[in-house]
């Protein structure tokens, strides 16, 4: 019995042994896609990003509230967006970044399958049931991508100051 609890002992140490040998000799070792070997063994390798995009490959082709009423006084029905992803990578999220008024800003997270030259129409209801006044008051929304993704995991983001946008047009129904 006392022979046999000391070979299992000597079995697993051994084992142990090889595997402690076997990755410093360079066997097994296996590496992600994203992750370059090191240089040092012992030391974890440093983690490849894709690289940042400079600028954002989305292009709004028209922002459209619809509302239900009049310029005097209506509610505010269902936003549209058109645009078209002008990069070579497919998207497939976008964060839309909606202003109006004095200073007030709603974000709009949109998922799909959003490809190179493609224009898409998207309908979003988050933004209907508010009371405004046009004539009075002019909303001035604006609709601006604020963050894209691509599906090989690059992402713009824009700047906290970048004012760029379209217009959105009232439809009233």
């Known amino acids: 019995m006392e022979k046999r609890r000391i070979m299992k002992r000597s079995i697993v140490l051994l084992a142990l042994a090889?595997?402690?040998?076997l990755p410093a000799a360079g066997f097994?070792?296996?590496t992600s896609p994203m992750v370059a070997p090191s240089a040092t063994p012992g030391i974890p390798a440093a983690t490849t990003q894709p690289a940042a995009l400079t600028q954002s490959p989305i292009q709004i082709e028209a922002c459209k509230l619809?509302?239900?009423?009049?310029?005097?006084?209506?509610?505010?029905?269902?936003?549209?967006?058109?645009f078209t992803n002008e990069g070579n990578v497919t998207a497939n999220v976008v964060r839309w970044k909606l202003t109006w008024?004095?200073?007030?800003?709603?974000?709009?997270?949109?998922e799909g399958t959003f490809s190179p030259g493609i224009t898409i129409k998207h309908d979003f209801r988050q933004a209907s049931g508010i009371v405004l006044s046009p004539l009075f008051?002019?909303?001035?929304?604006?609709?601006?991508?604020?963050?894209?993704?691509?599906?090989?995991?690059?992402?713009?983001?824009?700047s906290p100051n970048?004012?760029?946008?379209?217009?959105?047009?009232?439809?009233?129904?």
């Open 137 to 158: 008051a002019n909303p001035n929304i604006t609709c601006a991508p604020s963050m894209v993704k691509l599906e090989n995991g690059q992402m713009w983001q824009a």
């Open 18 to 21: 090889a595997a402690a040998v």
């Open 66 to 82: 619809y509302v239900k009423g009049t310029p005097l006084y209506g509610t505010t029905g269902i936003l549209t967006i058109s």
């Open 162 to 173: 970048d004012r760029n946008g379209v217009t959105a047009t009232l439809s009233y129904t």
């Open 28 to 30: 097994a070792q296996q």
């Open 101 to 110: 008024g004095e200073g007030k800003v709603a974000y709009i997270r949109d």
